[in-house]
Each structure stands twice: as structure tokens, then as C-alpha cells.
């Protein structure tokens, strides 16, 4: 079965950087999409990356884009978001989704989430 | 993008349908097949529920089912058990490599 597991959230203050990795099984990786949506408390779920099969395209929501990079590793079934100059605004939970065969239909396994906070 | 419209709640009786709506614009719900729909129970991830506007994927109760007219998005709970108290977002592909998601509905089953 697809299992998505995030890591590497926590605490940081603005301005600060962090970089969170998602460990895919369960699927042939490099044959997919994959995307970061992220959570803020109380809120809506709002998509913020996504990198094609072969990681040769990323492409990034605009609030993001210039701070946000997104890098896969298809040998080690790894999913990467490097992120910097961090915004109270960017506090969420950030999952890692995988797409479908049609990657436009959205969003169908996702992983449990990890917290970033960032804060003073 | 702008986020796509969802009433805050919604609620029914054991046994009871419910609807629930998805506002977009003619550049994203209007546009493409492509909305979905997850479910999400407190403190875990969203799971879907619908995808394509209508399919169900396999393990989804067919009490599940969505539909389309223009901008606006629905999906219907038939026949609501307790375990389907959640939140639901709809998401919809926006074009230019872009996803679109609801501020989500919380329905209670009373």
C-alpha cells in the first residue's frame, strides 16, 4: 500500500530555513507527480508545490516561488522541500501527496503531515 | 488563485442525505473535469473521496457521490452513519499547473 512519510518540521523563526523530506513506499515512484499542500490551523488545505515524475519541471504556488525549492531523488524514493526566508504566514501543516495518473485530477494518497511553526 | 467557495457547515440525521456545494469560476470548477473531493477527520490527513468530478476510488461506501454544474461542484452524502462526521474539502485544477482547494465544510451528524 502507498505509505508517505513527512519529516523534518518544527520550530524556526522568520526569516530562518528548513527543509522537510517525504520517504515514499508502496508505489513506483518515479512514475509520478508528487506534491507539498500544506495546513494552517483552523484553515483549508492550499496546494503549494508539485515536481513531475522525472523532476525536471517544478512548479510552485505564488507566495512561495523564489523561497520555496522542491527536489526529488528517484533511487531513493525521496521527496524534498528546501524552504527559506520563512513568514509567520508559512506556519502549517505540510503534507506530502502523491498525484495520480493524470496528475491535474489532484491529490490521491497523502502522508500524516509535519508541523512547521515559525515564530519568534 | 482564489480559494473555491464551501458552506461552513452542514449537518443531518443518521440516515439522512446531505449536499454539499463548491463555488468556483469558469477558470477552474467551470473548466475542467478535475475536481475532487477528501474527507478529513480530526488530527489525521485528508483521504479522498472523489476524484474526476464523479469516481469513487476503490473503498469509498457509493453513499459517496459528486456531481457538477457549471462553476459549482457538489458532493452528497447518502444515508450519513456517525464515522462520516468529518470536514470535507473540495479541490479543483486550476490550469497553468495550479490546484485550487475549498475552505472546507464541517458536517455533523446529529
Known amino acids: 500500500q502507498v505509505q508517505l512519510v513527512e519529516s523534518g518540521g518544527g520550530v524556526v523563526q522568520p526569516g530562518g530555513s528548513l527543509r522537510l523530506s517525504c520517504a515514499a513506499s508502496g508505489f513506483t515512484f518515479n512514475n509520478f507527480g508528487m506534491h507539498w499542500v500544506r495546513q494552517a490551523p483552523g484553515k483549508g488545505p492550499e496546494w503549494v508545490a508539485f515536481?513531475?515524475?522525472?523532476?525536471?519541471?517544478?512548479y510552485y504556488e505564488d507566495s512561495v516561488k523564489g523561497r520555496f525549492a522542491l527536489s526529488r531523488d528517484n533511487s531513493k524514493n525521496t521527496l524534498d522541500l528546501q524552504m527559506n526566508s520563512l513568514r509567520a504566514e508559512d506556519t502549517a501543516i505540510y503534507y506530502c501527496a502523491k498525484a495520480p495518473d493524470i496528475a491535474a485530477a489532484g491529490f490521491d494518497h497523502w502522508g500524516q503531515g509535519t508541523l512547521v511553526t515559525v515564530s519568534s | 488563485q482564489s480559494a473555491l467557495t464551501q458552506p461552513p457547515s452542514a449537518s443531518g440525521s443518521p440516515g439522512q442525505s446531505v449536499t454539499i456545494s463548491c463555488i468556483g469560476t469558469?477558470?477552474?470548477?467551470?473548466?475542467?473535469?478535475?475536481v475532487s473531493w477528501y474527507q478529513q477527520h480530526p488530527g489525521k490527513a485528508p483521504k479522498l473521496i472523489i476524484s474526476?468530478?464523479?469516481n469513487r476510488p476503490s473503498g469509498v461506501p457509493d453513499r459517496f457521490s459528486g456531481s457538477k454544474s457549471g462553476n459549482t461542484a457538489s458532493l452528497t452524502v447518502s444515508g450519513l452513519q456517525a464515522e462520516d462526521e468529518a470536514d470535507y474539502y473540495c479541490a479543483s485544477y486550476a490550469g497553468s499547473v495550479t490546484w485550487v482547494f475549498g475552505g472546507g465544510t464541517k458536517l455533523t451528524v446529529l
Open positions: 469558469s477558470s477552474d470548477i467551470g473548466y475542467y473535469n478535475y
Open positions: 474526476h468530478v464523479t
Open positions: 515536481i513531475r515524475s522525472d523532476g525536471r519541471n517544478k
